[in-house]
């Protein structure tokens, strides 16, 4: 049973527009989420985080918004660039655990 | 600062044949650790998470093992390897709080033959 759901293995977004990854989860015990990005052959790369007590966060070009009734999440890259071309993983916890359950994973190519 | 050393980077082993992969943190103390796997066109499958030494938990049962005889140690291992235990493995630390970003090695690619 897959709790945490990426359905968009890959996207294409021009440089300079937005890209939004999205995020499914199915367990309403989970309170804190996160995005990570990876590169080929090298491990994933924290991005940002967002805790149940709130609906956004940003960092810098990076957004990411958590609707609770919809048990769904989103990171928005604005604006995209070249270099930001990875996977993206999505991963969620409860924190009365200590474990993290990622999503399957989104391939964002943007286009120079 | 803290960091994660993980090695070998590739390891290519035939079947049947044992497996240690070590993996340690500098510049924490008491680290969560956790061992995970990607398989090809997969996501992150969690193998084994450890929060203080001597502790492990197992979340898929299968041929593989896991230790941590030090506080910032953390070791995967196998007797005998098999096709299916083909793929990137990944060890990762948080702080020892319940609501922290996880961080991750470079990974090992490891080719079952």
């Known amino acids: 049973d897959q709790q945490v759901k990426q359905n968009s293995p890959s996207l294409s977004v021009q440089e300079g527009r937005i890209s939004i990854l999205n995020c499914d989860y199915t367990?309403?015990?989970?309170?804190?989420f996160l995005w990570y990005k990876k590169y080929p052959a090298e491990g994933p790369t924290f991005l940002i985080s967002?805790?149940?007590?709130?609906d956004k966060n940003e960092d810098g070009r990076f957004t990411v918004f958590l609707n609770k009734s919809a048990k769904h999440l989103s990171l928005h890259i604005v604006p995209s660039q070249p270099g930001d071309s990875a996977v993206y993983f999505c991963a969620a916890s409860d924190s009365g655990t200590y474990k993290y359950i990622f999503g399957t994973g989104t391939r964002l190519k943007v286009l120079a | 600062s803290q960091t994660i050393h993980q090695w070998p980077a590739t390891l290519v082993q035939p079947v049947g044949s044992p497996l240690s992969l070590e993996c340690t943190v500098e510049g924490t103390s008491n680290p969560n650790l956790y061992w995970y796997r990607q398989a090809a066109g997969r996501g992150l499958q969690l193998l084994f998470y450890?929060?203080?030494?001597?502790?492990i938990s197992s979340e898929v049962p299968q041929n593989l093992s896991a230790s941590r005889p030090q506080d910032r140690q953390f070791i995967l291992s196998s007797k005998k390897l098999l096709l299916s235990d083909s793929g990137f493995y990944l060890c990762a630390w948080s702080d020892d709080s319940l609501v922290e970003p996880q961080h991750f090695g470079d990974g090992t690619r490891l080719s079952i033959l």
């Open positions: 450890s929060v203080g030494i001597g502790q």
């Open positions: 967002i805790s149940s007590i709130k």
């Open positions: 367990n309403s015990m989970f309170d804190y």
